[in-house]
């Protein structure tokens, strides 16, 4: 794809973003809401993105091409620019995302139909149930089981943790153990309702748009043929699985925080008349910053196009980009007086919504270790590939 192919993607999805900031506070009191906008283009799109074509998907073409957000390039354009129109509604559309990914990474081609082919029948939520309760970080150490049931099936018992859209969703992928070890990890594809497990919304402050959720999981029974990856050997479908799901989808991540920082920022510029000079050089300054961490953003979406387990460039890109959408919300602020997030919510919303940036998808300090090792490896920088 060209530069002038993804500038026009980016116009695209700019217009259709303007459509979602209207909503953003109503959504942001009742997370429920969503219901009402699924005719919106840019929720519709969201309901199918990610699926390929070959099952199907059909979106409106942009400068003559079709853009079925099947890749990270793609991704970090429409995430940036519906972020910056409201990140909240882009978190409570319907859709495959975390879930997509992973089943294009690992399922057999009857899985692949079963849950594509849902996804083109009509907007159903899906959710991707890693954290526990006790293992947030330490997702290796998942402790919910799947051992297997009289039936030739499987039961899966145990808790997963602030799952975004689980109490809502119809389908989701849940990682389980079935023996010890990083090898013992298996994902599997669940449908729901399902006797045994029961999803309840966590109380939130900020993203209430995502409805992270809390799961139960009693003896639920799993078919053998929704288990994913079956197919593949052991070191290609558990926890490998979901580190590259992560990597493929971590520079998105980065763009939600580019386009909350760029609400920040637009928000000054639209609302603070007649800044002061110094106030000005503040503005711009962080104008520069949010090219900066798009740049970054953009080229970590390209490394892991061209190889999957190339994310550290994403954790780079995601750690700056998040602090930027906190500092960017905050920096905001100061330019409308003390009582600024009582007078301006939308303000107050973001500061609230860019806090959840320092978890989802790997905290902080976890994406600098992950930084730090790529950097000792020689990943970073590009001595690995040119060795
Ligand atoms: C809006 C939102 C949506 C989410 N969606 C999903 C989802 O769809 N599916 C899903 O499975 N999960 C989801 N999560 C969960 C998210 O991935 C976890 O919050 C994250 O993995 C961190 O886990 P934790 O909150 O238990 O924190 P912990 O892992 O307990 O971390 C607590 C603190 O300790 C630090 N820490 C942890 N380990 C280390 C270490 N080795 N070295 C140094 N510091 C460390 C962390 O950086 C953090 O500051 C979501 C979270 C949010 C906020």
Request: charged share 25%.
């Amino acid at each position: 794809m060209t530069d002038r192919w993804y500038r026009e993607l980016r116009q695209r999805f700019r217009e259709l973003g303007a459509d979602l900031r209207p909503h953003a506070l109503e959504l942001d009191r009742d997370p429920e809401a969503i219901r009402a906008h699924f005719d919106l283009p840019a929720v519709r799109y969201l309901a199918a993105m990610g699926v390929p074509a070959e099952y199907g998907h059909d979106p409106e073409p942009i400068a003559g091409r079709p853009c079925h957000g099947a890749r990270a390039r793609e991704r970090v354009v429409i995430m940036e620019e519906l972020a910056a129109a409201d990140a909240g509604m882009l978190v409570a559309a319907p859709g495959p995302l975390l879930a997509g990914v992973l089943v294009g990474l690992v399922a057999d081609e009857r899985q692949r139909e079963l849950f594509y082919g849902r996804m083109l029948q009509r907007p159903l939520w899906t959710f991707f149930a890693l954290t526990e309760p006790d293992r947030g970080s330490d997702a290796a150490g998942l402790t919910t089981s799947l051992r297997p049931a009289d039936d030739g099936g499987y039961l899966l018992t145990g808790a997963k943790r602030y799952v975004g859209n689980a109490c809502r969703a119809q389908l989701g992928v849940v990682f389980a153990r079935t023996g010890p070890g990083p090898l013992g990890i298996v994902p599997v594809l669940l449908e729901t309702p399902a006797e045994g497990f029961t999803a309840e919304p966590l109380p939130s402050i900020g993203l209430r748009g995502a409805r992270i959720s809390a799961i139960e999981l009693d003896e639920v029974r799993v078919p053998a043929e929704n288990v994913l990856g079956r197919h593949l050997s052991p070191t290609r479908r558990g926890m490998w699985a979901f580190v590259q799901t992560f990597n493929l989808l971590r520079p998105g991540v980065a763009a939600i925080g580019v386009g909350m920082a760029r609400a920040a920022h637009e928000y000054v510029l639209a609302h603070r008349r007649a800044p002061s000079k110094d106030e000005r050089r503040r503005i711009d300054a962080l104008g520069r910053r949010i090219d900066g961490a798009r740049a970054l953003t953009e080229r970590a979406a390209e490394a892991v196009d061209a190889r999957t387990s190339d994310g550290h460039l994403a954790s780079a890109a995601k750690l700056r980009a998040g602090n930027l959408a906190e500092e960017a919300a905050l920096l905001a602020c100061e330019f409308f007086g003390p009582a600024a997030r009582l007078e301006h919510p939308l303000l107050d919303k973001l500061v609230r919504d860019a806090k959840s940036l320092e978890f989802i998808e790997g905290t902080t300090q976890v994406q600098q270790l992950n930084l730090a090792q790529g950097l000792v490896s020689g990943k970073v920088d590009g001595t690995r590939r040119s060795a």
